[in-house]
Antibody, heavy 123, light 107 residues
Framework: QVQLQESGPGLVKPSQTLSLTCTVS??????????WSWIRQHPGKGLEWIGY???????YYNPSLKSRVTISVDTSKNQFSLKLSSVTAADTAVYYC???????????????WGQGTLVTVSS | DIQLTQSPSFLSASVGDRVTITCRAS??????LAWYQQKPGKAPKLLIY???TLQSGVPSRFSGSGSGTEFTLTISSLQPEDFATYYC?????????FGPGTKVDIK
């Protein structure tokens, strides 16, 4: 059973960089076949896909966040990470990591999720 | 971006009721749609992908249908553990987007 666990600071100051890591257990990121994703949910709101990464390092980002987002992978640690720069209060959200499984090229849904971590942007 | 709308946004139902939630896409997405269930304080849980394929372990009272721009999620007999918020997600094109959610509450 694949499990994902987010970790990182719960409080980030405005204009700084939000950094989160997702540790995957029960399966190897390097085995391929899946993309590894970040998704966020503003308090009381819907879900927003941030982007994802393949074990090779190939990434796709949501254009709405692309200028501020970097997703990276560390296969030796079976982890992938999110960096979101120049944060504002609007970036306050629960951040989830998730495994993306494809049914066709470029067509992915999310079958395993972490529990989520609340990140608050405040001075 | 492909916009998804869901109706209703809220519904009140009783245990044993048949419940149907609709998801509409702003453009055709073939059968590239997934449904998730989210309970308060928890991560979303995948129910259905490819519009109608039940994820392993999900009870058979959940079913999905549709293609193109209109999709439905049906719960054939609502159970106490089904009270939650349901989201659709399009996987047809980047960026992947989610619907605004339908909250199913106890009548």
């Amino acid at each position: 059973q694949v499990q994902l666990q987010e970790s990182g600071p719960g409080l980030v100051k405005p204009s700084q960089t939000l950094s989160l890591t997702c540790t995957v257990s029960g399966g190897s990121i390097s085995s391929g076949g899946y993309y590894w994703s970040w998704i966020r949910q503003h308090p009381g709101k819907g879900l927003e896909w941030i982007g994802y990464i393949y074990y090779s390092g190939s990434t796709y980002y949501n254009p709405s966040l692309k200028s501020r987002v970097t997703i990276s992978v560390d296969t030796s640690k079976n982890q992938f990470s999110l960096k979101l720069s120049s944060v504002t209060a609007a970036d306050t959200a629960v951040y989830y990591c998730a495994r993306a499984r494809g049914i066709a090229k470029g067509r992915y849904y999310f079958d395993y999720w972490g529990q989520g971590t609340l990140v608050t942007v405040s001075s | 971006d492909i916009q998804l709308t869901q109706s209703p946004s809220f519904l009140s139902a009783s245990v044993g009721d048949r419940v149907t939630i609709t998801c509409r896409a702003s453009q055709g997405i073939s059968s590239y749609l997934a449904w998730y269930q989210q309970k308060p304080g928890k991560a979303p849980k995948l129910l259905i992908y490819a519009a109608s394929t039940l994820q392993s372990g999900v009870p058979s009272r959940f079913s999905g249908s549709g293609s193109g721009t209109e999709f439905t999620l049906t719960i054939s007999s609502l159970q106490p553990e089904d009270f939650a918020t349901y989201y659709c997600q399009q996987l047809n094109s980047y960026p992947f987007t989610f619907g605004p959610g339908t909250k199913v509450d106890i009548k």
